[in-house]
C-alpha cells in the first residue's frame, strides 16, 4: 500500500516527466551540441567572401588523365580561353536574358497542345522576339579536334539537341569565333553527304527542318530559338576528341551560314538521344555511355567523358529516363519532390507528373513548375529569415542583402527522382551572388503548372552526372570536379 510520501514522489515525477515533454514540444530539449548537429546536417555554411567570383583559373584534375576525357570550362570565365579581348562577355543580366530565350523554345518544342512531337513542333510555333538568343545561355565548352590536318575548335555541349556544327569557310556569314574558323577544302578528310544519302533524310528528325539540295549536296538548317541558326553543307570529317580516341566519318554541319551570341566559340557538340548526335554515332566505342562534372564557379574546371569509367560505381545512383520526352532530343526524368533543410516540402507528385522534367546542360537555371516553386521558395524564405531581403534580380525574385555578415547558414536542397534516388544539390547549385549585397536563390518558376520542369546546369554543378544512354537512365553523384 503506498505512503503518502510514495504517492507526492509518484506525482512529482509525472510532473517533471510533463514538464520534460512540453520543454521538448517547443524544442527546448535539445542540447546545444544537438542543435549544432542538426544544424550541420541540413544547412551549409559558407563564408559570404567566397560568393565572389574569383579571377585566376584554378584547374580540377579529376578526369584528365581518363582516356576519353574533355576539361570542361565556363566560356566567360577565367580558365576559358575565349575570356579575352575579341569577345564581350554577357553579364549575368543578359546571361538570365538568353537563358529565358532558351527556356521558351524548350516549352515550345514540348509543349503539349503539340503532342510532344519533338523538334518538329517548333516549326508550327513562333517564339516571341527576345533580346538574347536562345544558345548563347550554354555555358559551357569543350575544346575538340577536326580535320587533317586537326584543327582545335571549342564547341558549347548540349544535351538538348542532337547535330553537331562548327562554322566553316567560306562564310557566307558567321559570327566571330576565337579560333581560326574551319576551312574543309584544307582538309583531306573532308567530304559532302549527298542528297541521296539515307544520313541526309534523318536530318529531318534531328534538326526540325528538311533537309535541302544544293549541286545535290546535302544542306542542313537548325535554328534554336528566335534568332540563332546555322545553315550549311552536311558532312563528314574526321573528329579527334582526344589522342587515342579519333573518329573517321563523323557527321557533322559546316555551317556557312550562322548567327547568334554563341560568344566566340565555334560551333555546338549535340548530345541529344537521337542518331545523329555525337553519342549515337560513337556508340560502338562508348556503348551510349557519357558522364560529366560541371565546375561551381567559372574559375575552377570540369569534364565531359565518354565511355564507362571507375567513377560510374556505387556513389552514382540511377534513376530512368521519363517517358514523357522519349522521342524528341531531351533527356526526361521523373521528379518526385524537392526536400530544403532535410524537410520535404508538400508539393503533390501531380505537379511534377503533369509538368514533366528534363535535365539540359544548356538552360542555366532550374525551372519548376509554378506551385512548386511557390512552395520552394516558401521554404526557403522560412529558413532565411535572419536575413535581410532585398529587391529580385532578373528571373530570380528572392534575394538577400549579405553585406553586414562574415558566414552565411543556407538551407540544403535536395531533388527526389524515381529509382529512389535523392540528389543533394552543392551549395553552388542554391544560390547565386550578383554581388555581396545580392544573393540570391538560384531557381524559378515556370508562369504555369503545365509548362516542362528544367534541371538547369547550376543546379548540376559539382555533380557527377552519368548518362547511361543504352541503360535508359540518368545517375548523379556528388563532388565529381574535385
Ligand atoms: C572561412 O574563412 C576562414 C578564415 O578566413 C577560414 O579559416 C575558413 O576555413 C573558411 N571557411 C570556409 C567554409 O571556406
Ligand atoms: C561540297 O558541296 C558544295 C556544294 O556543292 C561545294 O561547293 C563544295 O566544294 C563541296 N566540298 C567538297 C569538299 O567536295
Ligand atoms: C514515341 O514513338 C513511338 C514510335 O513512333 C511511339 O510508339 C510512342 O508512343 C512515342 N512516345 C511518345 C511519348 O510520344
Ligand atoms: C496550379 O495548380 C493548382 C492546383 O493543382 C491551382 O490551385 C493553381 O492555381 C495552379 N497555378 C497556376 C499558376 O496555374
Same mark, same amino acid.
Given at each position: 500500500?503506498?505512503t ?5 514522489l ?24 544537438e ?8 544547412m551549409?555554411?559558407l563564408?559570404?567572401?567566397?560568393l ?9 584534375t579529376?578526369g ?9 570550362v ?14 564581350k562577355?554577357?553579364?549575368?543580366t ?5 537563358d529565358?530565350?532558351r ?5 515550345a ?7 510532344l ?6 516549326k ?6 527576345k ?9 559551357y ?11 582545335d575548335l ?17 562564310c557566307?556569314?558567321?559570327y ?6 574551319f576551312?574543309p577544302?584544307k582538309?583531306s ?10 544520313v ?18 546535302c544542306v542542313y538548317r537548325?535554328?534554336y530559338g528566335d534568332k ?14 582526344t589522342?587515342?580516341?579519333v ?9 556557312e ?12 557538340l549535340?548530345l ?5 548526335s ?10 551510349r555511355?557519357?558522364s560529366?562534372c ?9 569534364h ?11 556513389a552514382?545512383?540511377f ?11 531531351f ?7 524537392i526536400?530544403?533543410g532535410?524537410k &520535404?516540402l508538400?508539393?503533390? @507528385? /501531380?505537379? !511534377? =507528373?503533369n509538368?514533366g %522534367?528534363?535535365i539540359d546542360s544548356?538552360?542555366?537555371? #532550374?525551372?519548376l513548375?509554378?506551385d512548386?516553386?511557390s512552395?520552394?521558395k516558401?521554404?526557403f524564405?522560412?529558413?532565411m &529569415?535572419?536575413?535581410?531581403l @532585398? /529587391?529580385? !534580380? =532578373?528571373?530570380?525574385? %528572392? ?6 555578415y562574415? #558566414?552565411v ?13 535523392k540528389?543533394d ?9 550578383q ?36 541503360g535508359g ?10
Open positions: 500500500m503506498a503518502p510520501t510514495a504517492s507526492f509518484r506525482f512529482l515525477l509525472f510532473s517533471v516527466l510533463v514538464f520534460l515533454c512540453t520543454l521538448d514540444n517547443l524544442g527546448f530539449a535539445l542540447q546545444p551540441r542543435l549544432e548537429s542538426e544544424h550541420l546536417t541540413h551549409h555554411t563564408n559570404v567572401s567566397s565572389i567570383r574569383s579571377t585566376t583559373c584554378s584547374p580540377s579529376k584528365s588523365n581518363k582516356r576519353a576525357s574533355l576539361t570542361v565556363d566560356k566567360h570565365g577565367p580558365c576559358s580561353q575565349l575570356n579575352q579581348d575579341k569577345v562577355a554577357p553579364t549575368m543578359e546571361i538570365l536574358e538568353q529565358q530565350s527556356v521558351n523554345s524548350i516549352h518544342r514540348l509543349s503539349k497542345k503539340l503532342g512531337n519533338g523538334l518538329r513542333a517548333s508550327a510555333t513562333t517564339i516571341p522576339a533580346s538574347g538568343s536562345t544558345i548563347g545561355s550554354s555555358n565548352v569543350v575544346t575538340i579536334g577536326l580535320g587533317t590536318p586537326k584543327r571549342t564547341l558549347i555541349f548540349d544535351t538538348g539537341s542532337d547535330i553537331t556544327w562548327t562554322q566553316c569557310r567560306p557566307l556569314k558567321c566571330q569565333q576565337k579560333e581560326p574558323t576551312d577544302s582538309s578528310t573532308y567530304s559532302n553527304i549527298s542528297c541521296s544519302s539515307s541526309c533524310s534523318q536530318l529531318s528528325f534531328a534538326t526540325g527542318n528538311s533537309p535541302r539540295c544544293s549541286s545535290s549536296t537548325i535554328q540563332s541558326f546555322s545553315v550549311g553543307f552536311f558532312g563528314k570529317e574526321k573528329l579527334t576528341l589522342p587515342s580516341d573518329f573517321k566519318n563523323f557527321l557533322f554541319g559546316c555551317g551560314n550562322n548567327q547568334g551570341l554563341f560568344s566566340g566559340a565555334a560551333g555546338l549535340g541529344g538521344r537521337n542518331p545523329l555525337l553519342i549515337q554515332q560513337t556508340a560502338t566505342k562508348y556503348n555511355v557519357f560529366y560541371l565546375p561551381s564557379t567559372s574559375s575552377a574546371t570540369g565531359l567523358t565518354f565511355g564507362k569509367t571507375a567513377s560510374s560505381s556505387s552514382i545512383k534513376t530512368p529516363f521519363s517517358k514523357l520526352t522519349e522521342n524528341t532530343s533527356y526526361g526524368l521523373n521528379t518526385l519532390g526536400t530544403v532535410g &520535404k508538400s508539393i503533390a @507528385t /501531380s505537379v !511534377f =507528373s509538368a %522534367t528534363v544548356g538552360t542555366v537555371i #532550374t525551372r513548375p509554378h512548386a516553386y512552395a520552394l516558401a521554404a524564405k522560412a529558413k &529569415k535572419s536575413y535581410p @532585398t /529587391s529580385g !534580380f =532578373s528571373l530570380l525574385d %528572392t534575394c538577400y542583402d549579405l553585406s553586414k562574415k #558566414t547558414s543556407i538551407p540544403k536542397i535536395s531533388f527526389l527522382f524515381s529509382g529512389n534516388v540528389v544539390l552543392d551549395v553552388s547549385g542554391i544560390i547565386l551572388a554581388k555581396i549585397s545580392q544573393v540570391c536563390l538560384a531557381f524559378a518558376g515556370n508562369s504555369d503548372n503545365d509548362s516542362v520542369g528544367i534541371f538547369g546546369n547550376v543546379q548540376q554543378r559539382r555533380l557527377e552526372v552519368v548518362y547511361d544512354v543504352a537512365r540518368v545517375g548523379f553523384g556528388p563532388a565529381g570536379c574535385t
